[in-house]
């Protein structure tokens, strides 16, 4: 091999080294991060339904994880905990919004919940939101996204 092509070979190699934090393999789904930390149940379900039609564009080719922190937790926060929470504007997980988030999951949708944001609104995680396990626990949405997003997940703010 000549030099000129060996050296060639060898600056592709370095350039495609230096993008390799933000490639993909072939196949791999993109990862895409949603941020929800608003309560207003009709931008709540906006942000539902651009999950969904992500889902349904990507056919399977996406991975998809929502970080929901402070006012977010209204998403999976049942009415009935309304009486005992502090600071939270809303509870919008009736029968509707539970069936819609429960159709997400089951495309395999995570939803994450920032363990600092139940406590700091006295809201017990296991009992008070929709379908929470220990594992979908994170200690701060913040960091959280900032952890993903280094991870190579795209940033959505609905």
């Known amino acids: 091999m ?3 092509r060996s050296r060639r070979s060898v600056l592709l190699a370095l ?3 230096a993008l390799a934090p933000g490639l993909r393999a072939v196949g791999q789904p993109t990862p895409v991060v949603y941020d929800i930390n608003f309560s207003e149940p009709r931008h709540q379900v906006n942000a539902l339904h651009n ?3 992500q889902l ?6 996406v991975r998809l994880v929502v970080v929901l922190h402070g006012a977010g937790l209204s998403l999976l926060l049942y009415p009935e905990a309304m009486d005992h929470t502090v600071r939270m504007p ?5 029968d509707q919004m539970a069936a819609r988030i429960d159709t997400l999951r089951d495309q395999g949708v995570r939803f994450l919940v920032a363990r600092d944001s139940a406590r700091r609104h006295h809201i017990d ?3 008070d939101l929709h379908g929470v396990d220990p594992e979908d626990l994170v200690p701060n949405g913040l960091a959280e996204l900032a952890r993903l997003q280094q991870r190579g997940y795209l940033y959505v703010k609905p």
């Open 2 to 4: 000549s030099d000129r």
């Open 56 to 61: 349904s564009e990507a056919h399977g080719a």
């Open 125 to 127: 995680p296991m009992i």
């Open 15 to 17: 350039f495609l080294l």
């Open 90 to 94: 809303r509870a919008n997980c009736g």
């Open 51 to 53: 999950l969904q039609n």
